[in-house]
T-cell receptor, first 118, second 113 residues
Framework: GAVVSQHPSRVICKSGTSVKIECRSL??????MFWYRQFPKKSLMLMAT?????????EQGVEKDKFLINHASLTLSTLTVTSAHPEDSSFYIC??????????????FGPGTRLTVL | EDKVVQSPLSLVVHEGDTVTLNCSYE??????LLWYKQEKKAPTFLFML????IEKKSGRLSSILDKKELFSILNITATQTGDSAIYLC?????????????FGQGTELSVKP
């Protein structure tokens, strides 16, 4: 099956620093990648949808300038948490889909990145 | 506003028990409903349901969708400790672009030996 990786799996940083999380589709071309955030014992909340080569579409309430998303190639998307604060501590999960546009094509989830901001 | 609601939020059972997890939804232009199992890391896909009344089965797990009453159930028979996880229900709505999923809160299942 399709494999999606995330790096790093866990990161601890100081308040005020920026953290970059990578999401890679290893064996397929991901025209669309999704970034989710999950708080402990809570569900996944979609943060943004990114299509290769275009700007990401952010969900309501998600700050574009704080959560920078880049989808420069068909196998890589990055999420940068800028000027991180303790309230940004969370589990960030990406998923990748091989079909862009309006139709659902199975989303393959990465293993997630646990961010802790001190 | 589109929403997906799961119940119960948490459940503790003993090995061998049968459990039923519920998922109700209110979305416009429903396309499909999906069930995922999440252990320590990312969700793993279980089922995708698009039609009412057709049961999907995989081993001890089964699921069915009722598009008239707007809900789905996930059944797990003869539970094992390895079934302990968070079970997530998600709905794809046709009006949304790029296959966006709306997730429910999840049901945390704990199976005791």
């Amino acid at each position: 099956g399709a494999v999606v990786s995330q790096h790093p799996s866990r990161v601890i940083c100081k308040s005020g620093t920026s953290v970059k999380i990578e999401c890679r589709s290893l064996d397929f071309q991901a025209t669309t990648m999704f970034w989710y955030r999950q708080f402990p014992k809570k569900s996944l909340m979609l943060m943004a949808t990114s299509n290769e080569g275009s700007k990401a579409t952010y969900e309501q309430g998600v700050e574009k300038d704080k959560f920078l998303i880049n989808h420069a190639s068909l196998t890589l998307s990055t999420l940068t948490v800028t000027s991180a604060h303790p309230e940004d501590s969370s589990f960030y999960i990406c998923s990748a889909s091989g079909l862009a546009g309006v139709s659902y094509n199975e989303q393959f989830f990465g293993p997630g990145t646990r961010l802790t901001v001190l | 506003e589109d929403k997906v609601v799961q119940s119960p939020l948490s459940l503790v059972v003993h090995e061998g028990d049968t459990v039923t997890l519920n998922c109700s939804y209110e979305v416009t232009n429903f396309r499909s409903l999906l069930w995922y199992k999440q252990e320590k890391k990312a969700p793993t896909f279980l089922f995708m349901l698009t039609s009412s009344g057709i049961e999907k089965k995989s081993g001890r797990l089964s699921s069915i969708l009722d598009k008239k009453e707007l809900f789905s159930i996930l059944n797990i028979t003869a539970t094992q400790t390895g079934d302990s996880a968070i079970y997530l229900c998600a709905v794809e709505a046709r009006k949304l672009e790029g296959g966006k999923l709306i997730f429910g809160q999840g049901t945390e299942l704990s199976v005791k030996p």
